[in-house]
């Protein structure tokens, strides 16, 4: 793996769910390095198609390169946009998809980056895109919102609870000049936690306020409402034209859907809307409980200590 590569998690947890079969049409909404794309083409073969998505072009292409390679692998069709209009896309292209899946975040490569922003522990300018087309950047938020709203967006975006002394702090540093770099800002918010507190926290201090500023410049929950809206809207034309209305969807009837969250902002609406989708008889859930990583998988790779895979059949199971 290249110094900036990314491991996919769950692994055989995905292709055991989603179970890729051949001559399918599969969409990995998050491609990423590709990892999970290029397993689940090798299932589906020469006669399957791959339709992949990435809000970071550079990420994208690493993933279509990967894809491509897979010897017999399906038709690779790449898109740069986010998984908010995956219905749109899929409608466009006249295609009903067979297995979804979205693995949430960010890459490895992305974070240890320093040029993208994203990481308090190396330098670099604050941006925190994942997108770099994007119109706002960390920094712009960081130095423009009032007190008020910084303080809103780490409290409701980083479950952080001295949000208020962070948004003080910033609020007084930028008076100095703005803060333009992921190093400063760390710098500062590590400044609102008392002394003592620092070094018994487990964790960087500044690790919810940078959550917090990643979620609100990406709106990282609102594309997972978009897209947990698609699937809710298409699992519900696949059951009308199961019951023999004609109409198509994007979702076929069968359709296995997987979700990996990385922490409780993600997995909570993904836990609710699927919850509610398994109630209206849209969606059945493959497996009792969501998967997590094996202990050895935690050691190998400590990323996936955090993430649940929530899977879900169209139709029933
Ligand atoms: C955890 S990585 C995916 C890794 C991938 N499964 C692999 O095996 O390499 C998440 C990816 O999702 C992309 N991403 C985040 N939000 C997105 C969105 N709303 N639409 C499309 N891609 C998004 C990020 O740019 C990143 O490349």
């Known amino acids: 793996m290249s110094e900036l590569g990314h491991t996919p998690v769950l692994m055989g947890e995905v292709l055991s769910a989603l179970a890729p079969k051949v001559g399918e049409v599969a969409v990995d909404c998050t491609a990423g390095h590709g990892g999970h794309a290029a397993a689940v083409a090798l299932r589906l073969g020469p006669t399957g198609t791959m339709v992949l998505l990435d809000m ?3 990420n994208l292409e690493i993933a279509r390169a990967r894809v491509e390679a897979v010897s017999d692998g399906p038709r690779v069709l790449a898109f740069h946009e986010s998984f908010a209009g995956v219905a749109s896309l899929m409608d466009r292209l006249e295609l009903r998809a067979d297995v979804v899946l979205a693995d949430l975040g960010f890459a490895s490569s992305q974070v240890d980056d320093a040029s993208r ?3 308090f522990s190396r330098d670099g300018p604050l941006d925190m895109r994942l997108n770099p087309a ?3 950047t960390a920094a712009m938020l960081v130095n423009t919102s009032g007190e008020a709203e ?3 967006v780490i409290r409701e975006f980083g479950e952080e609870r001295l949000s208020w002394a962070i948004a003080r702090k910033i609020v007084a540093a930028r008076r100095e000049g703005p803060i333009q770099t992921t190093g400063r800002l760390a710098e500062v918010v590590r400044s609102a936690f008392p002394a003592g507190a620092r070094h018994m926290m487990g964790i960087d201090p500044a690790t919810r306020t940078f959550q917090a500023l990643r979620i609100a410049v990406n709106d990282e929950l609102g594309h997972l409402d978009a897209l947990l809206d698609a699937i809710e809207r298409g699992a519900r034309v696949a059951a009308t034209g199961a019951a023999g209305s004609g109409r198509g ?3 076929a009837v069968g359709a296995r859907v997987g979700v990996i969250t990385f922490h409780s ?3 909570r609406p993904v836990k609710q809307r699927l919850s509610a989708g398994v109630r209206d008889g849209l969606l059945a859930f493959i497996g009792e409980q969501p998967a997590c990583a094996s202990d050895a998988e935690v050691l ?3 990323r996936s ?3 649940k895979l929530r899977a879900v059949v169209v139709g029933s199971l």
């Open 134 to 136: 994007a119109p706002v």
């Open 300 to 302: 190998a790779n400590p």
């Open 117 to 119: 922003g994203l990481s």
């Open 56 to 58: 970071d072009g550079g």
């Open 305 to 307: 200590r955090s993430a």
């Open 249 to 251: 969807g994007w979702l």
């Open 150 to 152: 910084l303080e809103r």
């Open 265 to 267: 902002l993600e997995d």
